[in-house]
């Protein structure tokens, strides 16, 4: 597996608090993404990056930020978490048109 | 938008039966990508099937890829419990970004 790794791995917090997930990687890929997985739904996309302050949105991308300052670092922003936010969060990398996951981030909103 | 479609959502099977996933799309791909995802872990890619008719197999994996470039299959040779996992089919679309839209996955139980 491609070195990626997610923080934190686990996160409870409550409805109306801001929450940051991150995702760095050590692989120099260019692009980097945020997904997440809910049971019936598969995988869905947040928003994407394609170089250093270069993103987009996805499909889902509705009360979610990102940031990108450096190739290795890819930030996911809940600015007023909602329960329906409440989830497992994925980011993935590639260089390619394959993509790499890391561990993955369980956050409840309570 | 681009929407794939991924049957069964389960299925349980005793060890050494046979298993099959399909992944249908109403339009042509540009590829086709499967991945696995172990129960608590994060999806791992498997394979990339680019053309048309395509057949690759990996140990008891066949993968194939519709003459039309529409739908896919994965099928599992003698399932062992090792295979249990959730199994996902993507593709590639928005150009040179590398998105990939997933099909909502086919969650496999197997039984010893």
């Known amino acids: 597996d491609a070195g990626i790794t997610q923080s934190p791995r686990h996160k409870v917090t409550e409805t109306g608090t801001p929450v940051t997930l991150r995702c760095h990687q050590t692989?120099?890929?260019?692009?980097m993404y945020w997904y997440r997985q809910d049971p019936g739904h598969g995988l869905r996309l947040i928003h994407y990056s394609y170089g250093v302050k270069d993103t987009d949105k996805g499909e889902v991308s509705d009360g979610y930020s990102v940031s990108r300052s450096k190739t290795e670092d890819f930030l996911l922003t809940l600015e007023s978490a909602t329960s329906s936010q409440t989830s497992v969060y994925f980011c993935?990398?590639?260089?390619?048109?394959?993509?790499?996951f890391g561990p993955g981030t369980r956050l409840t909103v309570l | 938008g681009q929407q794939v479609m991924q049957i069964p959502q389960y299925q349980h099977v005793q060890e050494g039966e046979d298993f099959t996933t399909y992944c249908n799309s109403s339009?042509?791909?540009?590829?086709i990508q499967w991945y696995k995802q172990r129960p608590g872990g994060h999806p791992v890619f498997l394979i990339q099937l680019v053309k048309s008719g395509e057949v690759k197999k990996q140990k008891r994996l066949t993968f194939q890829f519709g003459e039309a470039k529409k739908n896919s299959s994965l099928h599992i040779t003698a399932t062992q419990t090792t295979d249990v996992g959730t199994y996902f089919c993507a593709t590639n679309y928005g150009g040179a970004t590398n998105k990939l839209i997933f099909g909502t996955g086919t969650l496999l139980a197997v039984q010893p």
């Open positions: 993935a990398t590639t260089n390619t048109d394959t993509q790499y």
């Open positions: 339009t042509t791909l540009s590829n």
């Open positions: 692989e120099n890929h260019r692009y």
